[in-house]
Nanobody, 118 residues
Framework: VQLQASGGGLVEAGGSLRLSCAAS????????MGWYRQAPGKERQLVAT???????TYADSVKGRFTISRDNTVNTVYLEMDSLKPEDTAIYYC?????????????WGRGTLVTVSS
């Protein structure tokens, strides 16, 4: 299973970006999908998750500004980021929890850089 993330870039504070992450390959079933981020000099932080039943969870720091969603027909997860702040600057990594009978494994995308200027 491979994950391909896209949509990062440079945006001014208060602006918006939409990240996408598509899973491909030999897919049996994908359970949770989501996004982490890692800012320079900081640990990787969970941003948001969405189950295959579309139940969403968010880090407190992004609640009300970010929206996670997924399209199970194309195995893709999205992160709509609004009201961006400079502290949202980070590399964003998507993940997918893949399951097949007897095996569950988390796969990661390569990361996409989001830079928010003040």
């Amino acid at each position: 299973v491979q994950l391909q993330a896209s949509g990062g870039g440079l945006v001014e504070a208060g602006g918006s970006l939409r990240l996408s992450c598509a899973a491909s390959g030999s897919i049996f079933s994908i359970r949770n999908m989501g996004w982490y981020r890692q800012a320079p000099g900081k640990e990787r932080q969970l941003v948001a998750t969405v189950t295959n039943a579309h139940i969403e969870t968010y880090a407190d720091s992004v609640k009300g500004r970010f929206t996670i969603s997924r399209d199970n027909t194309v195995n893709t997860v999205y992160l709509e980021m609004d009201s961006l702040k400079p502290e949202d600057t980070a590399i964003y990594y998507c993940y997918a929890d893949h399951w097949r009978p007897g095996v569950e494994r988390r796969y990661w995308g390569r990361g996409t850089l989001v830079t928010v200027s003040s």
